[in-house]
């Protein structure tokens, strides 16, 4: 089954405890994303991985690194966590064509609490 | 920079009459634009896109949209509304040839029986 895969699904931590969120798909897409929801803001993108060892910063990447040492995983770090980043985050996949990502595969969201 | 706006936080129809979710964009050049669903405590789903073409784009569960490149428009519509399309909606924009995307802040679509 084609899908994008996060763990964990919930996680509460205290301030400055690094963290990992790992992202997974088995789609074979170049393209990777992660987001940030949080209520009345919509979607904001963190950072974005056009393929492996390739990244970019999104509309709000401070407080956090990513990496793309292979082509499948794509996981979001947070070396000093604070409350302001307690939010509900997605992972997201797409193919990408004329150099542009295609529609997104998300997965199914990561629920994080920073205390 | 580009930016996306959903002009309404809520839409209240009921069902069997029309629904329409405004999305309006501001990228540089030619988009790609985007809708998608999220159905309570769920994930994102794709709906549909707009790439060239048609200005009139179908997609999943008998949505539509129109793209409007002078009004910078790309609302979605469907022609007579279910209960079971209650959930937030998400309207997302990027230019050809960059690999941002920009989302909407969602509008939340009640759908009354």
């Known amino acids: 089954e084609a899908q994008v895969t996060q763990n964990p699904r919930y996680l509460i931590t205290v301030t400055g405890k690094k963290l990992t969120v790992t992202c997974s798909q088995n789609m074979n897409h170049e393209y990777m994303s992660w987001y940030r929801q949080d209520p009345g803001l919509g979607l904001r993108q963190i950072y974005y991985s056009m393929n492996v060892e390739v990244t970019d910063k999104g509309d709000v990447p401070e407080g956090y690194k990513v990496s793309r040492k292979e082509k499948r995983n794509f996981p979001l770090i947070l070396e000093s966590p604070s409350p302001n980043q307690t939010s509900l985050y997605f992972c997201?996949?797409?193919?990408?064509?004329?150099?542009?990502?295609?529609?997104?595969?998300f997965g199914p969201g990561t629920r994080l609490t920073v205390l | 920079a580009q930016s996306v706006a959903q002009p309404e936080d809520q839409v209240n129809v009921a069902e069997g009459n029309p629904l329409t979710v405004k999305c309006t964009y501001s990228?540089?050049?030619?988009?790609?634009l985007f809708w998608y669903v999220q159905y309570p405590n769920r994930g994102l789903q794709f709906l549909l896109k707009?790439?060239?073409?048609?200005?009139l784009v179908k997609g999943s569960y008998g949505f539509e949209a129109e793209f409007n490149k002078s009004q910078t428009s790309f609302h979605l519509k469907k022609p007579s509304a279910l209960v079971s399309d209650s959930a937030l909606y998400f309207c997302?924009?990027?230019?050809?040839?960059?690999?941002?995307?920009?989302f909407g802040a969602g509008t939340t679509v009640t759908v009354r029986a």
């Open positions: 707009y790439i060239t073409g048609d200005n």
């Open positions: 990228v540089s050049g030619n988009p790609y």
């Open positions: 997302a924009a990027t230019p050809f040839y960059d690999y941002k995307l920009s």
């Open positions: 997201a996949s797409s193919l990408l064509a004329s150099g542009t990502p295609h529609e997104q595969f």
